[in-house]
């Protein structure tokens, strides 16, 4: 089916299974460049695959509208957009997503009915702050929009040269105007503009690119062309794969890229590609050309937004471009994480609202029963409208701000920041900032994040015998020069063993060698590669003498060269390498097949659980006691293996495996795995490796501390558990006292119970305890409902868990059964490599380390940081600090909102019920949006409490969050009594003494006097309270941002009271503010309620922190009585 689907012009039979093109039904060309086949007649292709013809009348394309479709750009198929809106689009969308809230919702509802003649208030007080929050918002996404414009203008309108087949050149066009089917030209240092299959690149046919603007890897990545286009760069001369090129090389190799151009289109180029997929290693494709047929896959294909480096030029043909491509594919909105405090505070606002209408309901009726004047209806929406404020305007607008503020001193906090690369953290989700502060579970991953991911050859095994230690730092460093020595001996028993094993070693890899010039070092190599743990190896085999030189691919194939020199006669021996089959985390080896004097060799390393069943006996007892003693060590193990493979066993394994690699189905993988491990059985044992992982710096302590705060800690790791348990005792997860209970290799779900009920009867009663899984005892325990509640149990008994052998899903499952068993549980995972990411994404936060493995964990978290020590001040300094603000904001939000309703409410029951407002609406305005919101940004925002190094060193503090103590129904509840207090007081003291009931609607009088008294009385005594519940109260930025805002407030007044505005806006309350001051019962009225209103507070804050203190309360009595450190207990900009 496969072969049937491809086309091939000019064939005389069909070959490899190919159907002829039938020129009679060649499809008319059109005007362009590349020209499109317009034919009616049905594709003969399965659909989503794409067929593209070169010849000497340029290009046909199938289906002919393959660059016109749903999504593309007429004319433009390869423009890309990001972002949200359009010009017509941006105001209705965004109002769209801002009426996705509830809370928008009825300030809609409430600005409509506003309108009506019969509401209390006028309309604008309501509707123009309302206006203002929706083009706030509005204008805040369009802000945001025309930044990612930006950036896909820039992409768009990045040229490169496409091949024109009439002008006989090439030409600059601009991304956008990149079709599939193009025939592209990139140079060196180039992005390419959409998914391309390299042809052929200069000097040869295989090139460098960078991947680092995909996923991160800094290591380059070496691509190559389709056999069947090898023999076409002919006698060309061979050039460097770099930038340093004289100006005649340069033009004698662009005339090169032409001259191939034309040979493609003159011969007759024919590449079926399979339908675009989302994974990035899933590329298929057949090419043929002049009857050589070969297949396309991953090693010739070159993704979108990757760089060509050392390379001076490639030949690529666009095959997917636009929302085709493997970026755009893969660029779909990541699943939204909310924090539980703004799902309580979703909560709070339907409670709100509930209480709201229950409210209005009860003083509707009443009115019916005493007025009589309107229906219940109207009675009903009129209290709405006076009430409104209940739900306070700027309440989400506030939030957002605060928590972007918070976010920002994160980012410039130089405590994380990194000194050698001296990069800061990055908040990349600031909604999630308070969930960092309430952490129950913390699982991370071992390599890279616990440990520098700097790889050491430390020790080896070689026929059951250690020869010793490699490292410099080792107190004896005796293994290199036994190595050394047996290799100098001739006739020494081991000296074949060694030698073929570190043979094996440099040429078992796909690292990169390049030799630099160096004064101390005359001709030193400086290898580079995707895997550390590799580059080791091969530095490993270069110290004993086996010098990796070379890797230089063979013109016209798709092999490459390896030039080894040995360590006695210095001659170079010739590796050639027919096959590397790549290292995965579910395969845990990689293997290549090698040609060597006229012997084929296939040499194998991976993880000794993996490794061993695939050799011909098992290992002798020094090497098991070795791999046991190693990872105890904690080191990494390695088993080496290697076997000689006939010609004939070669020739049709080859076969076997081209056939996997020219499916184009979905099960192309799959059977090039199955293929692949075909080789790799009945491997004879080289010997064993051991590397060292050393840890980051601070990570003992940095644990230490975090045990301290009662955290439990899970390290996920794939290494064996021998590794993994010496690697947890180095950094304090376990230690001497710690009683370790073990739920490894279980065969079966009964026996994975049995195992997790004796860890639980082992551990009962344990003060220290530490739980060790593995992969296979969790495969059968997350499918088992019992299983996955024992091992929940025993992770809450133990303070720490070790888990070894876990694939990447694995990862993710056991984080999912901490959050499914305890929805009130927080988890964060973090991690630094790709095979963390679904373990990041699936926690309430994921915090991603910037490591040698590349940047997907970074990319895909929610803060990015440089070091697992940095996790220190993340959660103890601004988690902690946000969770505390942002519950304190939720309290006093709509503390200070149900205070103001308060006094309408009892203006109701004292006038009847006539559905008249008590303050003055412009104020009631004021107080939502200006003064008594913009200040608790900064309030909060710089309320800090204790030093950060008193914070850091007293984890005690941090309990706070994950005990719910700042944030719970008491609290709440408490802050609502206070509301109610307050808002009754501050309303019937004035209001008693000065205004009774003389209520007039455009005419100031003593009601009025009394109702700006009390409205007054409402503003101080609110502002006063949150500044009472601050830890930093007298700092200078907390009290200049309350006095700033207490200000606004008599200039507000004075602007209603004593200007022309106050006049057209706001009559009844001319020239009252004065009054205020002036009637010396008022004034008495205003200090007194005001003081006295807040003696309940102050006693209250009393009995809470000498009575019920919080883990914060009695670490800040201690610091005050100097028994907490020698530091300063005041807090800083710096220090915050």
Not at 43 to 61: A, N, Q, V
Not at 96 to 102: E, L, W
Not at 114 to 121: E, G, I, Y
Not at 502 to 524: M, N
């Amino acid at each position: 089916a496969v072969g049937n689907s491809l086309l091939v012009r000019n064939l005389p039979v069909p070959i490899d299974g190919f159907k002829r093109y039938d020129s009679r039904q060649r499809p008319t060309m059109g005007s362009r460049t590349s020209k499109v086949a317009t034919s009616d007649t049905p594709s003969p292709i399965p659909e989503g695959d794409r067929l593209f013809t070169l010849d000497e009348e340029g290009t046909k394309r199938i289906p002919a509208d393959i660059n016109e479709k749903k999504g593309m750009k007429k004319g433009k198929p390869n423009m890309v957009s990001t972002t949200k809106f359009t010009i017509p689009t941006w105001l209705p969308k965004s109002l769209y997503y801002q009426f996705k809230r509830m809370a928008n919702i009825y300030f809609l509802f409430i600005s409509v009915i506003v309108c009506f003649p019969w509401s209390p208030k006028d309309w604008p007080s309501f509707v123009l702050p309302f206006i203002g929050v929706l083009l706030w918002t509005a204008c805040k996404d369009a802000y945001e929009d025309i930044g990612r414009w930006r950036e896909d203008e820039r992409e768009n309108s990045r040229r490169t040269q496409r091949w024109n087949a009439e002008e006989d050149t090439f030409e600059y066009v601009q991304w956008r105007h990149v079709h599939a089917g193009d025939l592209l030209k990139i140079n060196c240092d180039e992005c390419f503009p959409a998914d391309l299959l390299m042809l052929q690149a200069a000097g040869g046919n295989e090139s460098f690119i960078s991947t680092v603007n995909l996923d991160g890897e800094t290591n380059l990545k070496e691509k190559c062309a389709p056999n069947s286009c090898g023999h076409l760069m002919g006698a060309a001369k061979s050039c460097r794969r770099t930038r340093m090129f004289g100006s005649r090389m340069q033009e004698e190799q662009e005339l090169e890229a032409s001259r191939i151009a034309r040979l493609l289109h003159s011969h007759g180029l024919n590449v079926h590609m399979g339908r675009p997929e989302i994974l990035l290693s899933e590329v298929r494709g057949n090419l043929n050309l002049e009857d050589n047929h070969s297949p396309a896959g991953e090693a010739n294909f070159l993704p979108r937004g990757c760089v060509l480096r050392n390379t001076l030029w490639v030949l690529t043909l666009a095959v997917y471009v636009g929302n085709e491509t493997k970026t755009r594919l893969n660029a779909v909105a990541a699943s939204q994480k909310t924090s539980k405090l703004q799902y309580y505070l979703d909560v709070s606002i339907r409670c709100m609202l509930f209480g709201l209408c229950t409210a209005c309901a009860y003083l509707a009726t009443l009115a019916v029963i005493f007025d009589k004047q309107d229906n219940w209806g109207i009675y009903f929406l009129k209290y709405m409208i006076t009430l409104y404020h209940v739900v306070p305007i700027s309440l989400y607008v506030v939030c957002e701000m605060l928590k972007l503020f918070l976010g920002i001193k994160v980012d410039m906090d130089p405590q994380m920041k990194d000194p050698e690369t001296e990069r800061y953290a990055k908040v990349q989700c600031t909604d999630l900032l308070e969930e960092v502060g309430q952490v129950g579970f913390i699982f991370s991953d071992k390599t890279g994040t616990l440990t520098a991911n700097e790889m050491v050859f430390a020790r080896c095994c070689i026929s059951g015998q250690d020869p010793g230690d490699f490292r410099r730092s080792a107190p004896v460093q005796d293994g290199m020069e036994a190595v050394q020595k047996i290799l100098r001996t001739p006739h020494h028993p081991l000296q074949e063993a060694v030698s073929l094993y570190f043979t094996c070693l440099a040429v078992c890899h796909a690292v990169q060698v390049e030799e630099v010039e160096d004064k101390a070092f005359p001709e030193s190599l400086h290898y580079s590669g995707m895997s550390p743990d590799e580059v080791a190896l091969v530095q490993a085999a270069s110290s004993v003498g086996f010098h990796f030189r070379q890797r230089k691919r063979i013109l016209g194939s798709s092999t490459t060269e390896l030039s080894i020199e040995g360590p006695s006669s210095g001659e170079l021996a010739r590796f050639t390498v027919l096959r590397e089959i790549e290292f995965n985390s579910d395969r845990k080896r990689m293997s290549v097949v090698v040609q060597h004097n006229q012997e084929y060799w296939c040499v194998t390393k991976g993880a000794d659980n993996v490794m061993i069943p695939l050799l011909d006996h098992e290992p002798d007892s020094g090497t098991l006691e070795a791999i046991s003693r190693f990872s105890k060590l904690g080191l990494r193990c390695l088993v080496v293996g290697m076997k000689k493979v006939s010609f004939d066993e070669w020739t049709a394994w080859q076969k076997t495996l081209q056939a996997a690699d020219s499916l184009t189905d979905a099960s192309k993988n799959d059977r090039v795995a199955e293929v692949s491990a075909a080789m790799e059985t009945n491997l004879r044992l080289v010997g064993v490796t051991a590397v060292e992982d050393r840890l980051q710096d601070g990570v003992p302590h940095a644990i230490k501390t975090i045990k301290r705060a009662g955290v439990k800690l899970w390290v996920l790791t794939g290494d064996k558990i021998e590794t993994a348990v010496d690697i947890a005792r180095s950094c304090n997860l376990f230690n001497s006292s710690t009683r370790l209970a073990y739920a490894t290799e279980a065969i079966s779900i009964d026996e994975c119970l049995q195992k997790l009920e004796r860890a639980k009867t082992d551990l009962e009663g344990c003060v220290d305890a530490g739980l060790v899984l593995d992969g296979k005892t969790c495969k059968f325990a997350l499918d088992n409902e019992v299983c996955r509640k024992l091992i929940y149990k025993l992770g809450l008994a133990c303070r720490t868990c070790v888990c070894c052998r876990l694939s990447p899903m694995q990862k993710k499952h056991l984080v999912d059964l901490v959050r499914q068993e305890n929805t009130s549980i927080i988890t964060l995972a973090i991690g630094d490599g790709a095979n963390d990411v679904p373990m990041i994404e699936g926690a309430h936060i994921g915090v991603g380390i910037r490591g040698k493995e590349g940047m997907q964990a970074a990319q895909a978290s929610d803060v990015a940081i440089s070091q697992f020590r940095f996790l220190v001040p993340l959660m103890f300094c601004h988690g902690s600090r946000a969770y505390r603000r942002i519950a304190l904001f939720i309290c006093y939000y709509i503390y200070k909102s149900v205070a103001l309703a308060v006094g309408d409410f009892i203006w109701a029951h004292q006038d009847n019920f006539k559905g008249k407002i008590a303050y003055p609406e412009y104020l009631s305005m004021g107080y939502s949006v200006v003064f008594t919101a913009w200040h608790v940004v900064l309030v909060l925002g710089f309320d800090a409490g204790l030093s950060d190094e008193i914070t850091n060193d007293s984890p005690e503090m941090y309990k706070d969050g994950p005990g719910h103590a700042l944030f719970n129904r008491w609290i709440f509840g408490t802050w609502i009594f206070f509301s109610l207090l307050h808002g009754s007081a501050a309303w019937l003291a004035p209001n008693l003494v000065l205004g009774g009931k003389d209520w007039t609607p455009k005419t100031p009088n003593d009601f009025w006097l009394a109702s700006m008294v009390s409205f007054t009385v409402v503003v101080i005594v609110c502002n006063a309270r949150l500044h009472l519940n601050c830890l930093s109260p007298l700092r200078k930025e907390v009290v200049a941002a309350s006095l700033a805002a207490f200000f606004s407030y008599w200039i507000y007044l004075f602007l209603l009271g004593h200007t022309t505005l106050g006049k057209i806006f706001q009559p009844s309350c001319v020239g009252l503010p004065a009054k205020v001051f002036n009637n010396s019962t008022a004034f008495t009225l205003l200090v007194l309620c005001s003081l006295a209103t807040l003696i309940p507070d102050i006693v209250e804050k009393l009995i809470r922190r000498y009575f019920f203190p919080t883990c914060t309360d009695k670490v800040m009595r201690e610091a005050r009585r100097g028994k907490v450190h020698n530091g300063n207990t005041k807090a800083s900009d710096d220090e915050d």
